[in-house]
């Protein structure tokens, strides 16, 4: 779905950001997790004060003056819709905050926007270079909270975003927020996955069609994450990780704030460990996120699969049994090893089964039918 619901001033100050990039990255050099969010929480004539020493009142001056017309004409020509904070489906997460974004521009279906609020999406970050630890806990805690009807939000980076992202989408739509504009694959690495989303969730970002990348957008992109949803959860964080920068902003907004623990040896787990002996819940599966977000004892819904045969059911419940390997499943059944791959390999296309990336064999929300 398509179309553009977003007034004149609130798309002008989505070019301003635009137009200011390269200097709010000077001024944001040395503290950008800090100084951004403070940047972003000054009206139009205030920010270019602040960035721009000599042009600023041209730059400005030449922002106004962009035709609605022009601006709308941008983003359809790009593919992309657009939001803003006076839209009847603005995300009730971004109604608050002096440093809330006043406009969002997206690709994917427009009506999942609406659906995105405190109370039914979560946010999953972590770190870039990852473990497989790291990895699998992404994506198996996000498959769950997507399985349950909750949105997975995260910043489709390298690492524990794509992760997270592609586990929610084998159980449902997720969201992804960039640091550019949507029309830009970011990391190009990721673009398959950001295809996949666009098909299935949703990709959006408060800078217009275009825009690149800059070391600030990042913690911007951050703090839209840390809003929309009602708790953020860190995966896997090293003690200087920019993750942390997006739990500090969730619990300045009010949000709950949770972390994976990890091995006090690993530095990769660092931060999280930090998190959590400083107050952060304690997330070991996404039953921790449901019961913090839903409630104690919510049931999960079930979305049902293909009807299966006799013998795929048979393979599908030694695994749900803890039986997660091939050799395992052939051993427990009896079964010639080739015939026990063979029905492993049609459930995980029919979605009934994920596979980590040490070939364990996981059962997902995924309901057989009847």
């Known amino acids: ?52 020493r000599t042009d600023g009142g041209v730059i400005l001056e030449e922002v106004l003056e962009t035709t609605e017309a022009s601006m709308v004409a941008e983003i359809a020509e790009a593919d992309c819709w657009a939001r803003c904070r006076h839209s009847e489906d603005w995300p009730d997460g971004l109604r608050d905050g002096a440093d809330a974004p006043w406009c969002l521009i997206g690709r994917g279906d427009s009506i999942r926007l609406g659906e995105v609020s405190t109370g039914g999406s979560v946010t999953v970050v972590g770190a870039r270079r990852a473990t497989s630890y790291g990895l699998e ?24 975003d794509g992760a997270a992202h592609r586990g929610a989408l084998e ?11 949507v029309d830009r694959p970011y990391p190009v690495s990721h673009t398959r996955l950001y295809r996949n989303i666009v098909e299935n969730g949703l990709v959006i970002s408060e800078f217009p069609p275009g825009t690149q990348p800059w070391k600030w957008t990042f913690p911007a992109r951050n703090r839209i994450m840390a809003a929309l949803s009602q708790m953020t959860v860190v995966v896997e964080a090293a003690r200087r990780s920019g993750s942390l920068i997006t739990a500090e902003m969730a619990a300045d907004a009010g949000r709950e704030v949770g972390a994976v623990p990890g091995q006090v040896t690993s530095l990769a787990a660092g931060g999280t460990n ?11 599966d996404g039953r921790d996120v449901i019961d913090r977000v839903i409630g104690v004892g919510a049931p999960a819904p079930r979305l049902s699969g293909p009807n299966l045969t006799p013998e795929a059911m048979t393979v599908l419940e030694a695994v749900a049994d803890g039986f997660g390997t091939c050799e395992a499943v052939s051993v427990r059944l009896g079964l010639e ?33 009847g």
């Open 1 to 52: 779905m398509t179309g553009i619901d977003a007034c004149p001033a609130c798309l002008r100050r989505s070019r301003l950001l635009e137009r200011l990039a390269s200097r709010i990255d000077k001024v944001c050099t040395d503290r950008p997790g800090k100084r951004t969010p403070e940047l972003l929480a000054l009206g139009n004539e205030d920010l270019v004060a602040a960035t721009c």
């Open 171 to 181: 159980a449902g739509p997720t969201v992804a927020v960039l640091g550019c504009g």
């Open 274 to 284: 930090e998190l959590i002996s400083s107050g952060a819940a304690l997330i070991r």
């Open 137 to 160: 806990m992404a994506r198996s805690i996000s498959h769950e909270l997507s399985a349950a009807g909750l949105l997975v939000v995260s910043g489709m980076a390298l690492g524990i």
């Open 337 to 369: 090893p080739a015939q026990v791959a063979a029905e492993l390999a049609r459930l995980e296309v029919a979605g009934y089964l994920t596979c980590s990336l040490l070939g364990q064999y996981i059962r997902t929300g995924l309901g057989t039918a």
